[in-house]
């Protein structure tokens, strides 16, 4: 079997998880909604905006998915593989809405707890915790390089988390303290989310603002294309990411006087270090022979790679 055909299966397995996320996620809200209303737990309805969020949020990460694999057109001659990072953006934004809202809620209810029917509260707990998990393995492995799935995962995960903090509120309830364990385990929990969350943002808006991809060193990549094919200048060197699994270059590159066809089998050849090495996968080098009168790294006239770091 293809590695291609291998990845077609891959995709549609994911496709398919997806959609079982989504069901299980939307049951998880009815049942949270009606037992939240029935005991009177602040802590089940909270849940239950949040799984709300995560069904939209899977929904988003589902449909950006299938947008993202659309081909180039002359319209869009990258393709939409954006979407899936523009997706992500969102869901990490949303992430950090949320959660600050369940811990607003959480504050209050530490400042005026509440009784709640423990029993009814502890049941549908258990319920929306087991979904959570099972949503959770369903996508597991799946989010590597993937900023959409990452995003769709940590909602996932911050859900599960917060049903762990609700089930062990509903044991707790009957001690003396227990009204205030509650808040309190969800604050923790959801201040850990948040964090992950606003790593998410970090990376996506590097991404669309086309910055370097994250761990890659300009100044290096140079170095080392010009020890791989000796008296070579490249400058005007721009790395970024379309997606963070597809790292896109332009360069200028300046090489010694003689036949074009002659710069073939150094363009293979830097082109292969850049794959292989660099994991760039589309590179667009533009010949020079004498130079274009700016070696500066960056091309940026006047600047040098330290002075734009600064």
């Known amino acids: 079997m293809s ?13 398919r998880r997806l959609i079982g996320a989504i069901g299980l996620n939307a049951l998880i809200v009815v049942a949270e909604v009606a037992g939240g209303l029935v005991s009177g737990s602040l802590a089940l309805l909270s ?3 949040h799984n709300l969020s995560d069904v939209v949020a899977l929904i988003i990460a589902f449909v950006a998915r299938r947008l993202g694999r659309r081909p180039p057109s002359p319209r869009h001659t990258y393709g939409l593989g954006r979407v899936e990072v523009m997706a992500a953006l969102f869901n990490s934004a949303t992430i950090l809405v949320v959660g600050t809202l369940i811990i607003r809620s959480a ?3 530490l400042m005026q707890p509440t009784p709640i029917l423990s029993g009814v509260m502890l049941g549908v707990a258990v319920i929306g915790l087991a979904a959570n998990l099972f949503s959770v393995l369903l996508l597991k492995g799946h989010s590597h390089g993937d900023l959409n799935m990452r995003a769709a995962m940590l909602h996932l995960l911050q859900d599960t988390l917060s049903s762990v903090a609700v089930v062990v509120a509903a044991l707790l309830s009957a001690l003396k303290y227990g009204p205030y364990l509650d808040p309190i385990v969800s604050i923790l929990v959801v201040a850990l989310v948040l964090l992950s969350g606003w790593r998410l943002l970090r990376d996506a808006t590097r991404v669309l603002l086309e910055g370097t991809p994250a761990g890659l060193d300009l100044e290096a990549l140079r170095h080392d294309i010009q020890a ?14 379309l997606r963070p699994d597809e790292r896109i270059l332009t360069a200028h590159l300046r090489v010694a006087d003689g036949p074009l066809s002659g710069t073939d089998g150094v363009l293979r050849q830097i082109r292969g270090r850049l794959q292989t090495k660099w994991g760039i996968s589309h590179s667009t080098l533009e010949i020079e ?8 790294l ?13």
């Open 3 to 15: 590695p291609e055909h291998d990845h077609i299966d891959e995709t549609r397995t994911l496709d």
């Open 47 to 49: 849940d239950a905006v």
């Open 107 to 109: 504050v209050t209810r």
């Open 228 to 241: 791989l094919v000796p008296g070579c200048d490249l400058h005007h060197l721009h790395v970024w990411e």
């Open 289 to 296: 022979t004498v130079g274009c009168g700016n070696n500066d």
């Open 298 to 310: 960056l091309g940026s006239p006047g600047l040098s790679a330290v002075d734009v770091e600064q």
